[in-house]
């Protein structure tokens, strides 16, 4: 046996009870209905609510807007920092700070910056903007912002480091034919990015997809930014019904496999080929 494959041995073993066990025992719990009804009742259930299945769609409106932007602001800013340059170090961690402060520490954020007393709103009633204060948080903008907040260090981090492997040589022979930056970026950079923009939108998408913190504190958990993640806690841990909780939960492994699969045929339907990296 080769002694090398050991040390694969305690990542298998983290895989498979933190991740392959639960989630096993939680989709055969799916199919064990607490007021009976056959195997699947708890999905029928889900899918006959229109409120139950609404929470779908809110959350996409979410989760897929939040990815999105999160990828595209990546891009340009990981592009003005990923060569040497003064100050290169304070301006990453500062970009990348968000991810120490937490989802519930964010929320407080907006909550003291946007809310109806906060600098924003008074602000610009000092200057005669506005009347009245904008309603920026408790409401679907609350949450999307937090969700860009917290999620933009993520693919930030992310596109840099496919923006450092792509071999410079690439874009300094584009440049020697005459290329502008724009043309160097349309035609070079991105189509060699492109691959690593995709894996980041799914792992953004993945993160807003799961939102829960931030829908219940900036958000209106009973209106729209009721996601899914909250319908799947109040069945489990306040109608103490966790085969419908865990049904919930496999609907939601569902959509979002469903959303990494779509974006993962797009990558593959637009660029086949080595990524340019540097080795």
Same mark, same amino acid.
């Given at each position: 046996?080769?002694?090398?494959?050991?040390?694969?041995?305690?990542?298998?073993?983290?895989?498979?009870?933190?991740?392959?066990?639960?989630?096993?025992?939680?989709?055969?719990?799916?199919?064990?209905?607490?007021?009976?009804?056959?195997?699947?009742?708890?999905?029928?259930?889900?899918?006959?609510?229109?409120?139950?299945?609404?929470?779908?769609?809110?959350?996409?409106?979410?989760?897929?807007?939040?990815?999105?932007?999160?990828?595209?602001?990546?891009?340009?800013?990981?592009?003005?920092?990923?060569?040497?340059?003064?100050?290169?170090?304070?301006?990453?961690?500062?970009?990348?700070?968000? #991810?120490?402060?937490?989802?519930?520490?964010?929320?407080?954020?907006?909550?003291?910056?946007?809310?109806?007393?906060?600098?924003?709103?008074?602000?610009?009633?000092?200057?005669?903007? #506005?009347?009245?204060?904008?309603?920026?948080?408790?409401?679907?903008?609350?949450?999307?912002?937090?969700?860009?907040?917290?999620?933009?260090?993520?693919?930030?981090?992310?596109?840099?480091?496919?923006?450092?492997?792509?071999?410079?040589?690439?874009?300094?022979?584009?440049?020697?034919?005459?290329?502008?930056?724009?043309?160097?970026?349309?035609?070079?950079?991105?189509?060699?990015?492109?691959?690593?923009?995709? #894996?980041?939108?799914?792992?953004?998408?993945?993160?807003?997809?799961? &939102?829960?913190?931030?829908?219940?504190?900036?958000?209106?958990?009973?209106?729209?930014?009721? &996601?899914?993640?909250?319908?799947?806690?109040?069945?489990?841990?306040?109608?103490?019904?966790?085969?419908?909780?865990?049904?919930?939960?496999?609907?939601?492994?569902?959509?979002?496999?469903?959303?990494?699969?779509?974006?993962?045929?797009?990558?593959?339907?637009?660029?086949?080929?080595?990524?340019?990296?540097?080795?």
């Amino acid at each position: 046996m080769d002694r090398i494959l050991l040390l694969a041995a305690p990542g298998v073993a983290f895989l498979l009870l933190l991740f392959c066990y639960p989630f096993g025992y939680g989709l055969g719990l799916s199919f064990q209905p607490k007021d009976g009804g056959g195997a699947f009742a708890n999905y029928r259930r889900f899918f006959d609510d229109p409120y139950l299945r609404e929470t779908i769609w809110i959350t996409l409106k979410l989760a897929v807007p939040a990815a999105l932007v999160n990828c595209l602001a990546a891009v340009p800013v990981a592009f003005r920092t990923r060569g040497p340059f003064r100050g290169r170090r304070l301006i990453t961690t500062l970009l990348v700070m968000p #991810i120490t402060l937490g989802t519930v520490l964010t929320a407080q954020g907006l909550l003291g910056y946007l809310g109806p007393n906060g600098w924003l709103n008074k602000a610009l009633r000092g200057i005669g903007l #506005i009347d009245q204060p904008l309603e920026l948080v408790h409401n679907y903008w609350g949450v999307l912002a937090s969700l860009i907040i917290t999620g933009f260090p993520f693919s930030y981090l992310l596109t840099l480091s496919y923006l450092t492997g792509i071999d410079p040589s690439l874009e300094q022979a584009a440049a020697t034919l005459g290329a502008r930056r724009a043309q160097r970026f349309r035609y070079v950079l991105l189509p060699l990015l492109a691959p690593g923009l995709a #894996i980041t939108f799914c792992l953004s998408f993945v993160l807003a997809f799961a &939102v829960f913190p931030s829908a219940q504190l900036v958000g209106d958990p009973r209106g729209e930014t009721h &996601v899914i993640s909250i319908e799947a806690y109040q069945a489990a841990f306040q109608k103490f019904d966790y085969a419908l909780g865990s049904a919930i939960a496999m609907v939601m492994a569902a959509v979002m496999l469903a959303v990494v699969l779509l974006v993962l045929g797009w990558r593959s339907l637009l660029y086949r080929g080595a990524t340019g990296g540097k080795g």
